[in-house]
């Protein structure tokens, strides 16, 4: 087994994916069209600091009154901030401006009644995420401040430690922290988001997306995309991210259910730190874990990573594509280096069509001894995986 690869070549390839033109062109235009009527003189409510100790009314109140007025910024100032679920509306810009942090509450009261969303790529009724949008035009969150979700082993993390199914029972399904679920023109800029209890940024449907200059530093997976019957998730772009957390799964995570047909397109990420992740640096799946059978055939198409490093992961691509089909086109992954990686594969790559590696270096892991893939673990051996990247990433942490 080689320890050092380098491709310069394309697999299950008779065609390079188009970059004559970049789809990179769209992204400032993408930006100025999600903050333009946030940004308009005169329209900006800052939350009080009496409202510290519980700003969850008074975030929403502003949102609905800038929303109503046309358009505005919600500013959180400097300052510790505690709060419930927000709910996004179209033309506001949430803005945290320097030293500000949004602390979410870890109980899970404060997040229900139980709200139509998507839990594992169905729809379903169950827990708010931590900040929501609906169907919304025009939104963003941005500034230099952070967003805190407060998980840990003492509260939404709990059952999973424990190695507890939760699926079955809505009232302890975890809350995503960002989800936008049929949206139009958004931008997440410059926040650093941290203690995510389940996903990070979740888009469902939602087309016109930049995510630029974050900091992801807990969380299960960084972006997760998906298309559902109402709509395809497509014009997706993360640029210049760290994503390191001590129990990330996957970077990017696209889910297909084959029970909906659904379509994700025109996906891109550039310049993308990532540090360990137990499964995939790219990870596209045709089934959740509660639907495994359907009639219809899902597509992911227009796929693009560049300027990748990660620190490690079980494989770099793992793409779970139809054993009789095509279910994933026209992926090209650039100038990317993957190290300790833990599968001898390297990646897992199958049912898909035009897969483009250019000046991509992939290096295992050789001191790792695979104890299978992550559904056959046990509890033990999670909790000590999980244990060791903690304290990986505490380290990394205590050296900045």
């Not at 033109?21 to 800052?46: F, H």
């Not at 139509?116 to 035009?137: G, H, L």
């Amino acid at each position: 087994m080689k320890a050092l690869i380098t491709l310069s070549l394309a697999i299950f390839a008779t065609s390079v994916f188009a970059q004559s033109a970049s789809p990179w062109r769209s992204v400032d235009e993408i930006a100025r069209t999600a903050g333009r009527a946030s940004n308009l003189e005169g329209r900006v409510i800052t939350i009080s600091t009496t409202h510290a100790q519980n700003a969850t009314q008074a975030i929403n109140d502003a949102i609905v009154a800038s929303n109503r007025a046309g358009g505005g910024r919600v500013v959180i100032p400097r300052g510790l901030f505690h709060t419930g679920p927000i709910v996004l509306l179209s033309n506001v810009n949430l803005h945290l401006e320097e030293g500000a942090v949004l602390r979410f509450s870890t109980n899970p009261r404060e997040y229900t009644p139980l709200q139509n969303t998507r839990w594992e790529s169905i729809d379903s009724t169950c827990i708010k995420p931590m900040i929501y949008a609906y169907k919304q035009t025009n939104v963003a969150i941005t500034g230099p401040g952070t967003l805190d979700g407060q998980a840990s082993t003492a509260n939404w993390w709990r059952e999973r430690v424990e190695g507890q199914s939760v699926a079955h029972r809505r009232d302890s399904l975890f809350p995503s922290f960002i989800r936008l679920y049929g949206c139009r023109n958004v931008l997440i800029e410059g926040v650093t988001i941290l203690n995510a209890p389940f996903w990070v940024v979740h888009l469902a449907a939602s087309e016109r997306v930049v995510v630029r200059n974050c900091r992801i530093r807990s969380g299960y997976n960084g972006i997760t995309i998906e298309g559902t019957t109402s709509g395809a998730s497509r014009n997706v772009f993360v640029d210049d991210c760290e994503i390191n957390s001590p129990r990330l799964q996957n970077v990017l995570h696209i889910r297909a259910n084959p029970s909906l047909g659904s379509v994700v397109e025109d996906i891109h990420l550039r310049s993308i730190r990532a540090g360990s992740s137990s499964h995939a640096i790219f990870f596209a799946e045709r089934q959740s874990d509660t639907v495994v059978k359907g009639s219809h055939v899902p597509t992911i198409r227009n796929i693009s990573l560049e300027n990748i490093t990660s620190r490690g992961s079980r494989y770099a691509l793992f793409i779970d594509g139809l054993t009789n089909g095509v279910f994933a086109r026209n992926v090209t992954i650039r100038n990317s280096t993957f190290e300790g990686i833990r599968a001898e594969s390297l990646n897992r790559i199958f049912g898909t069509e035009n897969v483009t590696f250019v000046n991509t270096t992939f290096t295992n892991d050789p001191t790792y001894k695979s104890v299978g893939t992550l559904r056959e673990m046990t509890n033990e051996e999670r909790r000590r995986i999980a244990e060791q990247r903690r304290r990986e990433f505490l380290q990394q942490q205590q050296q900045r």
